[in-house]
């Protein structure tokens, strides 16, 4: 409204119009960036990056930025061997050149989206005891919870787990890279 009055009553000619155009899209342009600023900021401080205990209390998953989304990956497990002294391998998967990476260290999430507010959407969860790939999103419950779901075609009928920030002090597994692993 105030461009528009100050455009109204400066003359019409060639320098005026030239200079209210170049006013004109500096404001927009501001307006803009500004807007960008606003909405940006608060959604990358929001963003529930870290490690999380999962649901079962038995593994912990650090949820970190890769591009412009977020991603997983198992950074504790309360046992990451076997008896034996094997460290768990992902043996279900359907993809058999996968089936000799170790648990510890492996990617189980990815391609998340942030939405503004905290939550992340639209991105995918892989199930090693399963070996199967579900939908997922991550919803923020509060600074200390999260509330993860799996699914195939809606949330709605996904199945939901309950995440809690996991210790500071929590030691990081070692992922185990040997030759058949590759």
């Known amino acids: 409204m105030f461009v528009r009055t100050i455009a109204r009553s400066a ?15 500096a404001l927009v342009a501001a307006g803009l960036a500004w807007t960008a600023v606003l909405s940006s900021a608060p959604a990358r401080a929001d963003l529930p990056v870290g490690i999380w205990l999962d649901h079962t209390k ?16 198992v950074v504790w497990m309360k046992n990451p061997l076997k008896a034996s002294g094997e460290p768990f391998r992902d043996r279900r998967n359907p993809d058999a050149s996968k089936q000799n990476r170790t648990i510890c260290g492996m ?3 990815g391609g998340l989206q942030p939405d503004g507010r ?16 579900f939908s997922a999103q991550i919803m923020r419950e509060s600074d200390n919870t999260l509330v993860v779901t799996g699914y ?3 949330p709605t009928f996904g199945k939901s787990f309950r ?6 002090d ?3 597994c070692k992922p185990i890279v040997d030759a058949a692993q590759g």
């Open 163 to 168: 995440w809690t920030k996991a210790p500071a």
């Open 58 to 73: 038995r593994g912990a998953i650090e949820l970190y930025p890769c591009a412009e989304n977020i991603c997983g990956r």
């Open 11 to 25: 003359p019409l000619r060639q320098t005026g119009t030239r200079h209210r155009d170049v006013v004109i899209r």
């Open 152 to 154: 195939l075609m809606m």
């Open 107 to 109: 990617n189980l999430i």
């Open 170 to 172: 929590i030691e990081r």
């Open 118 to 133: 905290g939550n992340l959407l639209e991105g995918w969860i892989y199930d090693p005891e399963r070996g199967q790939e």
